[in-house]
Structure formats: C-alpha cells, structure tokens
C-alpha cells in the first residue's frame, strides 16, 4: 500500500516553463487536493476535487491547473511557470477522514 | 485569508512535560483536524473532531472543541523528543463539501527538549 505518491521530489524551472506535478493515490479515496507550502505561510490550497471529473479552486488558484480523470490520479499542471510559484507542492487525499499526504515536491523556478 | 489561526507560534519545553496548542477559527465548521509535520516531511494526520463533539482523545493526545468561541485545543501529555514538530490545526468548512476542502493555520513549532 503505497499511499499518495507524488513525483517528482525535486524539481528546477526556468521563468515561463511549463510541467505537470504528478499524484496518485492507492486508497480509492474520493477527495484529493493540493497544497503549497511557504515559510511562515503554513499550507494554502490551490485546487481540490471531491470526484472523478469534478474539480474546483482552492485559496490560491491563479497559474495552475488540475483534472481528475481517474479516482487514482490528481495532476498539477503549472502554466508558466513564475519565481512566486517556488515552494513545495503536497498532494492528499482523504476518504471522509484524515488527510493522507504525499512527500511533497520541492519546486526552484529560476 | 486562511481559516485556522494557531497559538502560539513555538512553544519549547522538556520531555515529560505537557504541550498545549490552540487554534482558532473564523466560520462554521463541520469537523476541526490536527496534523504533525516533522521537518521536510509530509503531513500527518493525529485526529479529527467532528462540530457536534467536544473532546476526544487518542493516546497522549487530547482534542477539545468549542464551537461558541470557534476555538479548538490540542493537548500532549508526557512529551518525548521524538514529538518535536510542527503541528497544524485545520478545518472543513460548514458550507463546502465536508471533507473535500480544508484550510490550515500557520502551525506551531513545537520543541521538546531531552
């Protein structure tokens, strides 16, 4: 039972490059979402979904892009990518309990 | 604006000792979650308190509730080095999807010193 997996651990960008933040899950859990974390700022959501096929914004939405095609996965797509946008990235998952987080991806936009 | 404000912000303190953490929050909600994180890591969940609760317990951790004053409080007792890190508190809001959108605080730093 691998949990949520997130990939890739570390990752480095140049200033309007675009990639996808991989997660997926192994439970079934029906809720998925992802966070950024920032000194100081504790975890600030940016997308979640409750479902296959359904999605929706978070606190901190701008520059990012999720879908949910699969109950087992819930990629992060970052548009173009931006200095302001270095953090690290966790994805969870919950089943109408506790959240089950991923170990997160370290993200450098240069 | 994130929903869950935590207090205090670092809290040091010798093994064997009790950790009290607070947190309060602005809107209805429909449960309050306590979650660790050790440095670098991911989080992990401790315990979740639903709205119609007011204490609930797990091991040598202590959760209370109090829906009035939108307040929550999350109790170590006997604390071992090995807790040592930040804890956050988190809820789901009343009007949302219940558990499909949480806001955390900012979390308390905890140390505990051998």
């Known amino acids: 039972n691998a949990g949520v997996t997130q990939t890739p651990k570390f990752q480095v960008l140049k200033t309007g490059q675009s990639m996808t933040l991989q997660c997926a899950q192994d439970?079934?859990?029906?809720?998925m979402s992802w966070y950024r974390q920032d000194p100081g700022m504790g975890l600030r959501l940016i997308h979640y979904?409750?479902?296959?096929?359904?999605?929706d914004q978070g606190e901190v939405p701008n520059g990012y892009n999720v879908s949910r095609s699969t109950t087992e996965d819930f990629p992060l797509r970052l548009l173009s990518a931006a200095p302001s946008q270095t953090s690290v990235y966790f994805c969870?998952?919950?089943?109408?309990?506790?959240?089950?987080f991923g170990s997160g991806t370290r993200l450098t936009v240069v | 604006s994130q929903q869950g404000e935590e207090d205090p912000q670092a809290l040091s303190i010798q093994e064997g000792e009790n950790a009290t953490m607070n947190c309060s929050y602005k809107?209805?909600?429909?449960?309050l979650q306590w979650y660790r994180q050790n440095s670098g890591r991911g989080l992990v969940h401790l315990i979740l308190?639903?709205?119609?609760?007011r204490e609930k317990h797990s091991g040598r951790l202590r959760v209370t509730l109090d829906t009035s004053k939108k307040s929550s409080s999350l109790l170590i007792t006997a604390s071992r080095a090995a807790d040592t890190a930040s804890y956050f508190c988190?809820?789901?809001?009343?009007?949302?999807?219940?558990?499909?959108?949480?806001?955390f605080g900012q979390g308390t730093i905890l140390t505990v010193h051998p």
């Open positions: 969870a998952s919950s089943n109408n309990a506790g959240y089950t």
């Open positions: 439970m079934n859990h029906e809720y």
């Open positions: 979904s409750v479902g296959a096929g359904i999605t």
């Open positions: 809107t209805s909600i429909n449960n």
């Open positions: 308190i639903r709205s119609n609760e």
């Open positions: 988190a809820t789901a809001y009343a009007g949302g999807t219940s558990y499909g959108k949480l806001t």
